[in-house]
C-alpha cells in the first residue's frame, strides 16, 4: 500500500498536485459533513443562516472539487485515479495522510516544482478560455452567453488571455523548461482538444458557460498576471527552439475551433474576429518577445470597466 500506484506512478508533479487538490477537498468536505454541522441554540429562532452557511459551505467545496476534476480529465490523468483520490478523501484522508499517494520533492526541486505547476494552472485556464471562447460564438445561435457582453468585457477577455500567456511564458524560460516539460506541459494533440472540449463545454449548460465567461473576463486577472511576474528572472531557453514558447492565445482559440466547428465560410471570417482582442494586447512578435509585455501598457490596479476599447471574442 506504501508504493504509488502504476496509474499515478510516472506522472509529473503538477499532475500528482491536482490528484492531491481532489483528495483534499474531498476530505474537507466529508470533515465539513460530520463535524462542521451547526449547534441549535433557542435564541436562533428557525436558525436558517447557520444552517444555510453550513450548506453553502459544502456546495462551495463541492463546486471546486469537480472543477479539479475537470481540469485533470482534459490533460489525460485517468479516471481511476481521479476516482480513488476522491474515494479516499471521502473517509476523511487527506493526500499526506494517505500511504498511497508519491513523495513531494523538497527544497530547491519544491520550488521549481511549484513554479511548472503555476504554468500548468495558467496553460490549463488559457486552453479553457479558448474553449468557452468558441463555444460562446459557435455553440448555438446568436450566443449560447445569456446576456450580450459589451466591447469592454470582450476586450478584457482578451487581455487577461494575453496577461496570462505572458506570465505562463516567463515562467517557462525563467526556470528553464525541459522539452518533455513543454511537451507535457502544453502539447495537446488533436485526441487532447477533443477531450478539453468533451469535458468542458461540451458538458456545460448555457448557465455554466456563462458564468465561466464572466468569472475569466474579470479585471483583476489581467492585474494579477502581470504583477506576479515583476520579480522574474530571465532565464536562457533559445527563442528559435522548436516549441519554446507556449501556443499564443490566438493558436489555442484556431484549436479550439477545430476541435468545436465545422468550418464554412461564414465562420472561417468570424475565426479572424475572435482573436482580435487577444492580439491587440499581445506584442508583436510574442513569442520572441516573451520577457517584455510591450504590447500591454501596465497597470497600478485591475482597469475600470469601460476603460478599453477591444474587439469581438
Known sequence: MREPTPEVEYLPSWKLRLLERIQDSAADHARMLRQGYPTYEPHYGSGEIPLQNWRTHLRALEADREEIAT????????????????????????????????????????????????????????????????????????????????????????RNMAALWNRANNVAHA???TAQERAELWGRDEAGWLRLTAVTVRCYND????????????????????????????????????????????????????ALTVTTPAEEAARADIGDAVDAALPPDPVAAWDDETGIEPDARPPEPGSSPGHEL
Open 207 to 258: 448557465a455554466d458557460l456563462m458564468e465561466r465567461w464572466r468569472a475569466y473576463a474579470w479585471p483583476g486577472i489581467e492585474h494579477e498576471a502581470r504583477r506576479s511576474i515583476d520579480t522574474l528572472p530571465v532565464g536562457q531557453v533559445a527563442g528559435d527552439e522548436q516549441g519554446a514558447a507556449p501556443p499564443t492565445p490566438h493558436v489555442l482559440i484556431d484549436r479550439a475551433t477545430e
Open 175 to 177: 526556470i528553464e523548461l
Open 71 to 158: 481540469h485533470a480529465l482534459a490533460v489525460g490523468i485517468p479516471s481511476s485515479a481521479i476516482d480513488r483520490a476522491y474515494a479516499v478523501g471521502q473517509r476523511g484522508l487527506r493526500w499526506a495522510d494517505s500511504v498511497w499517494s508519491p513523495l513531494k520533492p523538497r527544497g530547491e526541486d519544491a520550488v521549481r516544482a511549484h513554479m511548472v505547476e503555476g504554468v500548468a494552472a495558467d496553460i490549463w485556464q488559457l486552453e479553457h478560455m479558448a474553449a468557452i471562447a468558441v463555444e460562446r460564438r459557435f455553440g448555438r445561435p446568436p450566443s449560447r452567453i445569456q446576456h450580450s457582453p459589451d466591447a469592454t468585457e470582450v476586450a478584457q477577455y482578451g
